[in-house]
């Protein structure tokens, strides 16, 4: 009879230590994840195939020659050289820091939460993401969009030092003395 009681403790014990570990993952989510844009509806469905390296995400070739060189200065001897680029980068990471907007929702993000529920329901998904190679395919997506970050950030520093309006430097803040 002790058999069953002491089975049950342990499984008792280890589904709170895995609801601890998914609380800890939503909680600090936000904080790692602020370089790839929030999943919606159509990326929390795909996150099966993802997991299992089937369709993975395309890096975008703009993010692929920022990786190549974020500190690359050929063409940039003109202000608008350097706006076309910037724009390049906006469409692909979304408003840079000096522009974006607080939405006051906090850290919690819908798709965020959805992803960890429906990647939860595989057995071992963290062994399966790196045998299938999903883990390597997701850590070059992010080394790209830092990449594209640091590339926008390096580009707006040359534009301030080169003279240039914004867009191609960062974004004065009102009654900042310039």
Do not use: H
Not at 31 to 54: G, M
Not at 135 to 162: I, N, Q
């Amino acid at each position: 009879m002790m058999m069953p009681v002491i089975s049950f403790s342990k499984q008792v014990k280890r589904a709170g230590q895995v609801i601890l570990l998914l609380a800890f993952g939503l909680i600090a989510a936000p904080a790692t994840a602020q370089v790839v844009p929030d999943p919606d509806a159509t990326e929390v469905a795909k996150t099966p195939l993802r997991d299992f390296n089937i369709d993975a995400r395309d890096i975008p070739e703009v993010l692929r020659v920022a990786e190549r060189d974020p500190y690359a200065t050929a063409g940039l001897r003109r202000c608008d050289a350097m706006v076309n680029e910037i724009a390049a980068l906006d469409q692909v990471l979304g408003a840079d820091y000096d522009i974006a907007l607080d939405d006051g929702k906090g850290g919690l993000n819908k798709g965020r939460i959805g992803q960890s529920v429906v990647g939860s329901i595989i057995p071992f998904r963290g062994v399966v993401r790196e045998v299938t190679g999903a883990a390597d395919a997701e850590r070059a997506l992010r080394a790209a969009y830092t990449a594209g970050m640091v590339r926008r950030a390096f580009l707006k520093g040359w534009g301030l030092g080169r003279g240039c309006d914004y867009p191609a430097r960062p974004k004065a803040e009102i009654g900042a003395g310039e």
